[in-house]
């Protein structure tokens, strides 16, 4: 998975304008003619000036997104998470699109400029239809919950280059300490109209929210994440002279004193809060049809995560295709490496035998990282063959942090900044090594790090010829299809050639197809948790502790994990209708560039630059 890009998703999902939002402005107004006048603007090039306007008054309205982006504005603050605050931007939003409709002549645009305009309302008005159904959210979860993410976020994104920004850390901290607040009462409201996750999510929020005021500065043992990445901030400026010893001491004194105080009492409020609703929680989980209005929320959820109008029994039916088609190719591998039992057994062999894992301890964990940065050396090469338009930024491969790592976690991607001061980052979960098959090495280095989210991620950051807000956008059926689509692709570079690989690589596809089944199952179906479990179990050669970690993740995250199997299917849809139209005159440079230069894209918006580009070089072609 990517950003969810994505990094913070609970945060990016709620964060709301931390100030009063301004009124959107018209569009600015023709200068009187004068003998030197410079030539009148075309109505995309004032649409384009406005939007950057636009896009630049809503960043101002996160701090935390800023930030993602390696700006220091609002450094010492983080976003407000109240419905106030949410109702406030979500009118702002309003009046952007009030106003661009009464100030732009839609039919004097470009065709990729009535995609930006496209663009930009679609976001508000899928904003508004999901905000109707905000009760219905889970705000603190053990997936990618904001109160695991906070240390990530200071660790990782707030940097410290000079002592003003030490001084922001600190500050920022008691930011934190009130959005936590915010985001437990809207936590604690939601609750009282019986909307609150399942006990293994309650479980996990204590487990992790304990674990961030353990050690010092708040008891005995060791540094903990966020008082350890204090000290090395503060160790940072002593040693290149930026402050003294005795200025880092003050600094590190008024941390101590900010994380004793309002951010330890708000893990303290929320830890407590988790314990006295726990016996509210439901021990054996059910899906989000079971809530008040759950049916029409998991309808929106579908909708936002896939960019389409699909109904839950159409993705429901797709999946079971999918899974059809893709069990036949996993049997051809079965049968290739010469392995006598069925499919079934083949499944149970890749699954338990030793020699697809390394072993569970620190030798073993570092061993599959290189190998992770080797796999992805050898596809960097071939990049040129496949892609006109290459990324600049570049990506590392890490450990999940101690505080947040999971047996069986997924793993992910956070994007790097525009500037490239900040690379990707590929994550991954190495608690436990019996979850990180080796057959799945390539197949996931190359969905998180290059051609997959890495790349389109990097590619949209670094665009110049579109608007701002469209490289910044997100949408989940684009850049998961990207992402699933890449692993496929791989496969045409020259990748997978042990067939143990090839098969993990099938095993992935299959994932994505299992995914369409159990997250409309368990929604909309009213499957069980343990009957997810055990049609994946059926149907792939993942390990147990995966498969139940990642069932318990689209539990909490309804409607998500739809997202990769639509937007993949959606991509190849739309490259085979080009390579019919062109013929000879096809190239796969071209077709990605077209697909990835323009911004994530809602997929109906896809298709149209898809079918433009189709159009203009038929035309180019005479």
Same mark, same amino acid.
């Given at each position: 998975?990517?950003?969810?890009?994505?990094?913070?998703?609970?945060?990016?999902?709620?964060?709301?304008?931390?100030?009063?939002?301004?009124?959107?402005?018209?569009?600015?107004?023709?200068?009187?003619?004068?003998?030197?006048?410079?030539?009148?603007?075309?109505?995309?090039?004032?649409?384009?000036?406005?939007?950057?306007?636009?896009?630049?008054?809503?960043?101002?309205?996160?701090?935390?997104?800023?930030?993602?982006?390696?700006?220091?504005?609002?450094? =010492? =603050?983080?976003?407000?998470?109240?419905?106030?605050?949410?109702?406030?931007?979500?009118?702002?939003?309003?009046?952007?699109?009030?106003?661009?409709?009464?100030?732009?002549?839609?039919?004097?645009?470009?065709?990729?400029?009535?995609?930006?305009?496209?663009?930009?309302?679609?976001?508000?008005?899928?904003?508004?239809?999901?905000?109707?159904?905000?009760?219905?959210?889970?705000?603190?979860?053990?997936?990618?919950?904001?109160?695991?993410?906070?240390?990530?976020?200071?660790?990782?994104?707030?940097?410290?280059?000079?002592?003003?920004?030490?001084?922001?850390?600190?500050?920022?901290?008691?930011?934190?300490?009130?959005? %936590?607040?915010?985001?437990? =009462?809207?936590?604690?409201?939601?609750?009282?109209?019986?909307?609150?996750?399942?006990?293994?999510?309650?479980?996990?929020? %204590?487990?992790?929210?304990?674990?961030?005021?353990?050690?010092?500065?708040?008891?005995?043992?060791?540094?903990?994440?966020?008082?350890?990445?204090?000290?090395?901030?503060?160790?940072?400026?002593?040693?290149?002279?930026?402050?003294?010893?005795?200025?880092?001491?003050?600094?590190?004194?008024?941390?101590?004193?900010? %994380?004793?105080?309002?951010?330890?009492?708000?893990?303290?409020?929320?830890?407590?809060?988790?314990?006295?609703?726990?016996?509210?929680?439901?021990?054996?989980?059910?899906?989000?049809?079971?809530?008040?209005?759950?049916?029409?929320?998991?309808?929106?959820?579908?909708?936002?995560?896939?960019?389409?109008?699909?109904?839950?029994?159409?993705?429901?039916?797709?999946?079971?295709?999918?899974?059809?088609?893709?069990?036949?190719?996993?049997?051809?591998?079965?049968?290739?490496?010469?392995?006598?039992?069925?499919?079934?057994?083949?499944?149970?062999?890749?699954?338990?035998?030793?020699?697809?894992?390394?072993?569970?301890?620190?030798?073993?964990?570092?061993?599959?990282?290189?190998?992770?940065?080797?796999?992805?050396?050898?596809?960097?090469?071939?990049?040129?063959?496949?892609?006109?338009?290459?990324?600049?930024?570049?990506?590392?491969?890490?450990?999940?942090?101690?505080?947040?790592?999971?047996?069986?976690?997924?793993?992910?991607?956070?994007?790097?900044?525009?500037?490239?001061?900040?690379?990707?980052?590929?994550?991954?979960?190495?608690?436990?090594?019996?979850?990180?098959?080796?057959?799945? %090495?390539?197949?996931?280095?190359?969905?998180?790090?290059?051609?997959?989210?890495?790349?389109?991620?990097?590619?949209?950051?670094?665009?110049?010829?579109?608007?701002?807000?469209?490289?910044?956008?997100?949408?989940?059926?684009?850049?998961?299809?990207?992402?699933?689509?890449?692993?496929?692709?791989?496969?045409?570079?020259?990748?997978?050639?042990?067939?143990?690989?090839?098969?993990?690589?099938?095993?992935?596809?299959?994932?994505?197809?299992?995914?369409?089944?159990?997250?409309?199952?368990?929604?909309?179906?009213?499957?069980?948790?343990?009957?997810?479990?055990?049609?994946?179990?059926?149907?792939?050669?993942?390990?147990?502790?995966?498969?139940?970690?990642?069932?318990?993740?689209?539990?909490?995250?309804?409607?998500?994990?739809?997202?990769?199997?639509?937007?993949?299917?959606?991509?190849?849809?739309?490259?085979?209708?080009?390579?019919?139209?062109?013929?000879?005159?096809?190239?796969?440079?071209?077709?990605?560039?077209?697909?990835?230069?323009?911004?994530?894209?809602?997929?109906?918006?896809?298709?149209?630059?898809?079918?433009?580009?189709?159009?203009?070089?038929?035309?180019?072609?005479?």
């Amino acid at each position: 998975m990517k950003k969810l890009t994505l990094s913070f998703a609970v945060l990016l999902c709620l964060s709301a304008c931390g100030r009063q939002a301004p009124e959107p402005e018209a569009a600015p107004a023709e200068a009187p003619a004068t003998a030197a006048a410079e030539p009148a603007q075309t109505e995309t090039e004032r649409l384009n000036e406005w939007f950057e306007a636009r896009f630049e008054e809503q960043l101002q309205m996160s701090p935390f997104r800023l930030t993602m982006l390696g700006r220091k504005e609002r450094y =010492d =603050d983080i976003d407000d998470m109240s419905e106030d605050a949410e109702d406030e931007r979500l009118e702002w939003q309003r009046k952007t699109v009030e106003t661009m409709e009464r100030e732009f002549d839609y039919a004097a645009l470009t065709p990729d400029a009535q995609m930006s305009y496209d663009i930009w309302k679609y976001q508000y008005e899928n904003a508004a239809a999901s905000q109707a159904y905000r009760g219905n959210d889970y705000v603190f979860t053990h997936f990618f919950g904001p109160h695991a993410m906070i240390p990530t976020f200071m660790g990782n994104f707030h940097r410290v280059d000079e002592p003003s920004d030490i001084e922001a850390y600190i500050k920022r901290l008691g930011a934190t300490a009130r959005a %936590l607040n915010q985001l437990i =009462d809207r936590a604690q409201k939601y609750a009282q109209n019986g909307v609150r996750p399942p006990r293994f999510a309650y479980e996990g929020v %204590l487990q992790q929210s304990r674990a961030v005021i353990t050690g010092a500065p708040f008891g005995e043992g060791d540094d903990s994440a966020i008082w350890g990445d204090v000290n090395r901030k503060v160790g940072a400026l002593v040693e290149s002279a930026a402050v003294t010893p005795e200025e880092a001491d003050a600094y590190r004194d008024s941390a101590r004193e900010v %994380l004793l105080g309002d951010f330890r009492a708000a893990y303290e409020r929320l830890i407590a809060w988790v314990e006295s609703d726990f016996e509210n929680t439901a021990e054996e989980p059910s899906g989000v049809a079971a809530q008040p209005n759950g049916e029409a929320y998991y309808d929106q959820l579908l909708a936002t995560y896939t960019t389409t109008n699909l109904t839950a029994d159409e993705i429901h039916d797709l999946g079971l295709a999918e899974v059809a088609r893709l069990r036949g190719e996993m049997d051809a591998i079965r049968r290739e490496v010469g392995f006598e039992g069925d499919l079934q057994e083949f499944f149970t062999f890749i699954r338990d035998d030793p020699q697809f894992y390394k072993p569970n301890t620190d030798e073993g964990r570092q061993a599959f990282i290189a190998e992770v940065e080797e796999k992805l050396a050898f596809i960097n090469e071939r990049l040129p063959d496949y892609f006109g338009v290459l990324p600049k930024a570049d990506l590392v491969v890490k450990r999940v942090e101690p505080y947040r790592e999971e047996d069986g976690g997924a793993q992910h991607y956070m994007p790097g900044t525009p500037d490239g001061s900040r690379p990707g980052i590929y994550y991954m979960h190495l608690s436990d090594m019996g979850s990180m098959p080796l057959p799945q %090495l390539e197949v996931v280095a190359y969905h998180e790090g290059n051609p997959g989210h890495h790349m389109q991620n990097s590619i949209a950051l670094e665009l110049e010829d579109v608007p701002t807000f469209r490289r910044q956008a997100g949408f989940g059926a684009y850049g998961e299809g990207w992402g699933l689509y890449a692993e496929l692709l791989a496969l045409e570079m020259g990748a997978y050639e042990d067939p143990y690989s090839n098969f993990g690589r099938l095993s992935s596809e299959m994932w994505r197809a299992l995914r369409l089944v159990v997250d409309t199952g368990l929604h909309s179906k009213g499957w069980t948790e343990q009957e997810a479990v055990d049609f994946m179990m059926q149907n792939s050669a993942e390990p147990l502790a995966s498969v139940q970690s990642e069932v318990r993740r689209y539990i909490v995250l309804p409607g998500q994990a739809t997202s990769y199997k639509v937007g993949m299917t959606k991509i190849q849809q739309l490259r085979a209708r080009a390579e019919e139209a062109l013929g000879d005159r096809f190239d796969i440079r071209a077709f990605h560039d077209t697909i990835l230069t323009g911004g994530e894209l809602p997929l109906a918006v896809l298709e149209r630059r898809v079918d433009h580009w189709i159009e203009e070089t038929l035309a180019a072609g005479g």
